[in-house]
């Protein structure tokens, strides 16, 4: 079992930025790879951005392609998601997750933290 508990949301106007955070417990943080995922009102929750076990792998959704960045500390046990240029339609519930085994496909994610809330005012 891992135990994830996101934090760093809340509101920001468009064109801001935040730093999301999300802290692991459990089990060896190094052996999953990890997701931000993200859940707005009404729609799928989708996975933004995924980092492989060791952080040399990324890969992002479009919509946040050149505008988020994920990266982990496997030190500390700790992925992040630094969000900029924020607009309004970023604005949903994020999730962290972590995937034992093939961090690429938003299937694998078994670990989900309990989510953070980011509003993006206009």
Do not use: H
């Amino acid at each position: 079992q891992v135990q994830l508990v996101e934090s760093g949301g809340g509101l920001v106007q468009a064109g801001g930025s935040l730093r999301l955070s999300c802290a692991a417990s459990g089990r060896t943080f190094s052996n999953y790879g990890m997701g931000w995922f993200r859940q707005a009102p009404g729609k799928e929750r989708d996975l933004l951005a995924a980092i492989s076990w060791s952080g040399g792998m990324t890969r992002y959704a479009d919509s946040v392609k050149c505008r988020f960045t994920i990266s982990r500390d496997n030190a500390k046990n700790t992925v992040y998601l630094q969000m900029n240029s924020l607009k309004p339609e970023d604005t949903a519930v994020y999730y962290c997750a972590a995937a034992p085994r093939g961090w690429y496909d938003p299937r694998n994610y078994d670990y989900w933290g309990q989510g953070t809330q980011v509003t993006v005012s206009s």
